[in-house]
């Protein structure tokens, strides 16, 4: 497949797209829930949780953090990541405002 010429679509297209790929994977979105559920948590916990290994783990929240999804503070030897609040806010709005442009259509062409 060839390389995304990002430079054709806005950059609202482009933020979506990123953060569309950042949580579509399963253990991703098992991670968030957990980290929602618990409001905080440390790595070696989702281990556990997830019940993947302590690598696969650190390469999802890497996609996780670096698609601004979540932060992580240094605890020690640990880091303890958690849901970033603003930019959840903010990913919660461009998704919202999205789904809701939709309206349904009542032509026989959309059934």
Known sequence: ????????????????????KAIGHPARIAILEHMIKTKSCINGDLVL???LAQATISQHLRELKDAGIIQG????????????????KEISSLFQSFFDSYSNCASPACT
């Not at 503070?73 to 959840?88: K, L």
């Open 49 to 51: 949780e997830i019940g």
């Open 73 to 88: 503070t240094i605890d020690g030897n640990r880091v303890n990541y958690c849901i970033n609040p603003e930019n959840w």
């Open 1 to 20: 497949m060839g390389v995304t010429q990002v430079h054709l679509y806005t950059e609202e297209q482009n933020k979506m797209a990123l953060l569309a």
